[in-house]
């Protein structure tokens, strides 16, 4: 009674759904294979949310995949991480009036007895304003942390906005509160909150944590203006769990001088487990599998391309510790990650020695006729190779996506494959291949600034 | 430690917040007051599920606001009415892979055990599909409704794929299925399920059902065309409450001659429980009700307007039967109402007797400075005046809102007050201003067609 036919509820999606057919197991093509890669991992894994079954699971449909395309040395490289494992999440305003809360836990948050608190909620409109309350001010009383995060192309403000919920909870546990909730590091406006990690600095003691949407945390600041004390009934079960199983996918694609350094490109393999991680990060997956393939169509590069599949990114980057570890021995010249989602790159970032100023523009270059301007920063590498750039003072390439979108779906249930436009995203692979081209042939040494 | 200011998410929509600051609380011209209800509703009331606690809060808060803003004979009708009373929902695909799905019940559903069901769930692609099943088909399983609904401006895709919602479980129960699950009957592409009423035929046994979001829609969608047998963990613990307590809020602008009979403008109080019934339907309330006002600002008009704040809209159109009973030995003349949403009114139509074709010309002079169109398509009325338009054979004019945004929004927890533009709720008051002044003050005869 199954039936194949389906209705489906958007059709400018639907040729690539069709066209990514389950039935065209190892395309060899970079065309469609990173959409293929993406729906896969969100349709037929789903959630792959660090250090459960189903990053496993992942895992095996990953070095599967990768086999299957034709990659070598396909290993999974395990290793143990402190998990964050999901339980309830009921949040409700009990005074002045009740108003449900759509919220989530932060992980590495600490659960709340099973029936919940209830308490006094203290508004402050800013992270600073809660620095700025005294000592023991917040003993036995919940802080809900307000910001105003914006979008912008760089993503520059989830540096800022993205501390409300890295450090908020800590700081607000260290003035005496028994919880935080906090807006959404994110810019849309729907009814979703954001995850994603917290930290507790050494000595303050966690507390359990999470955020509203935006259009909650608007509800809450509407009610604070009104004056009248505020308390709030919070069920948080979720907690963390120590030495939990995770691990690395990690595949070759060798190159026709295999004793030359070699380029390591990545993406993370592990999710936030609201959405089915379609825009993070299994586009990045995607994205460099599709490109590495289509870079190498014409004939082997020079050099061995690595593709790292990185577990274990979302709760603290495990995945590019443990390679940085494994492989620190090995000759790398250049890491590049892909992790901003699927929307078109615009930018690129060199980190490469003064002898590298001739490649660097040669990849400029490459890149001009997609759309892609140089920029004089630095790049950031990225949470996945930060470890081995760091030990190994490797050359680094950015291609910087278009984070405009970005942080309205990260991290939220909605992201989920239909968030994906698929000539984007097919414009990434094609920067990555022009990329791949130039320094895949590259014969004479690459070396970072080593700034 | 409330804190005063606060830094709002959105910009835009600011300045309204704090135009109407509570501190105005009895702002008596119609500019300004439309958003003042619906923020009044949305926060210092909340979600105002009909036959609820909540819904009785919003019958106070409506008669408080009424007398405070000048109308005479504010009183409450109450009557009662089957509930619905929401439970727990969660859904997940146990198989071919796990899947959360972001679900919500129907009204009207029945309870699964508290700790859930899990069953078989089989996929159709249409509700044509499901009727064609054959009897006994489903016994034991679960029944998927996929469908194709799309946004337009009359809203009218809401008529055949509401009916999906309307009635697919029964037909699903009538062929055995032990639940229902659907595509919501909703336009969006978040991970919001759409609720709102469905209802079991004569004979037939009620079922637990639920609608899950289109994105989870497609998911159920794609995974189907794997081939592979769906299974489905559900819990839906929400049930109908018989006898529940609801009503009515009424009041009066007296017109200048109160023996002419008067001129009903409705919207409804009750509103879904997911979001804060911001545009389903505070909004047609703030519209009627400034409307009314400002068009009697210059003077009184010649009839009597009489606002009908109806309770229990959502489950079965309650509160317009109960006005039906108890006012249809009143004389009426006309019957208008504002319920979908707070986007502009787009066109006009007229049930109005051959003697009034001048008044129906005069009324359309009127709103085409308004950039709004007459259509020669009957009225609907809507499900508020219906009952006392059918017993009366009144008069009817619809002023047609743009509906392209409304099913994206409607019956989901993203029914928040930042979803209105307060221009074009502005420009609703506007419209509904321009018709009062002109049939408040028809002297002569106002009919129906009789049609």
Redesign the interface.
């Known amino acids: 009674?199954?039936?194949?036919?389906?209705?489906?509820?958007?059709a400018p999606?639907l040729a690539l759904?069709l066209s990514a057919s389950?039935a065209a197991a190892t395309p060899v093509e970079g065309q469609g294979l990173a959409w293929d890669i993406v729906?896969g991992l969100?349709?037929?894994?789903?959630?792959r949310l660090a250090g459960t079954e189903?990053e496993a699971?992942a895992r095996e449909w990953a070095a599967a995949k990768l086999k299957a395309l034709g990659l070598v040395n396909v290993r999974i490289e395990p290793f143990t991480m402190r998990a964050f494992i999901r339980g309830d999440e009921v949040a409700r305003l009990t005074a002045?009036?009740?108003?449900?809360l759509?919220i989530t836990a932060l992980g590495n948050s600490v659960p709340t007895p099973p029936g919940g608190i209830e308490a006094e909620m203290?508004?402050?409109?800013?992270f600073d304003?809660l620095k700025a309350?005294p000592a023991g001010?917040l003993t036995g009383?919940a802080a809900f942390i307000?910001?105003?995060?914006r979008a912008n192309q760089d993503g520059s403000g989830y540096g800022p906005f993205g501390n409300v919920r890295r450090q908020g909870p800590s700081v607000a546990s260290s003035k005496g509160a028994i919880a935080t909730v906090l807006?959404s590091a994110g810019t849309d406006?729907?009814?979703?909150p954001h995850t994603g990690a917290t930290n507790f600095a050494a000595g303050v003691t966690p507390i359990p944590s999470g955020a509203v949407s935006?259009?909650d945390?608007?509800?809450v600041?509407?009610?604070?203006?009104?004056?009248?004390?505020?308390r709030i009934a919070l069920t948080l079960t979720g907690h963390p769990l120590e030495n939990a199983p995770s691990g690395n996918v990690i595949a070759d694609l060798l190159g026709r001088d295999p004793s030359l350094p070699l380029i390591v490109i990545a993406c993370h393999l592990d999710s936030w487990?609201l959405?089915?991680g379609a825009i993070d990060d299994a586009a990045g997956c995607g994205i460099i599998t599709a490109a590495a393939i289509e870079a190498q169509r014409g004939g082997k590069l020079l050099r061995t391309v690595r593709l790292l599949w990185a577990g274990s990114e979302e709760l603290g980057g495990f995945g590019g510790a443990a390679y940085a570890k494994a492989h620190a021995n090995e000759p790398h010249a250049l890491a590049m990650e892909s992790d901003t989602g699927a929307d078109r790159v615009w930018r690129v970032k060199f980190d490469l020695s003064a002898v590298n100023a001739p490649l660097a523009d040669r990849v400029t270059a490459a890149l001009n006729p997609l759309g892609i301007v140089r920029s004089p920063d630095m790049p950031e590498g990225g949470t996945d190779v930060g470890p081995i750039i760091a030990a190994n003072k490797l050359a680094v390439i950015d291609l910087d996506q278009d984070a405009t979108r970005y942080f309205a779906l990260h991290h939220?249930?909605?992201d989920?494959?239909?968030?994906i436009d698929p000539l984007q995203l097919q414009q990434n692979v094609d920067a990555w291949v022009a990329v791949l081209k130039v320094v895949g042939n590259e014969a004479g040494p690459i070396t970072g600034s080593g700034k």
Do not use: W
């Open positions: 009674m199954i039936k194949r036919s389906f209705v489906p509820a958007f999606a759904v389950p729906e969100t349709t037929d894994v789903g959630p189903r699971a002045p009036v009740p108003q449900k759509a203290v508004y402050f409109a800013t304003a309350a001010s009383r307000d910001h105003a995060m807006r406006r729907h009814r979703n935006n259009l945390a608007d509800l600041a509407r009610t604070a203006t009104r004056g009248k004390p505020m487990d959405g089915t939220t249930p909605d989920m494959l239909e968030m």
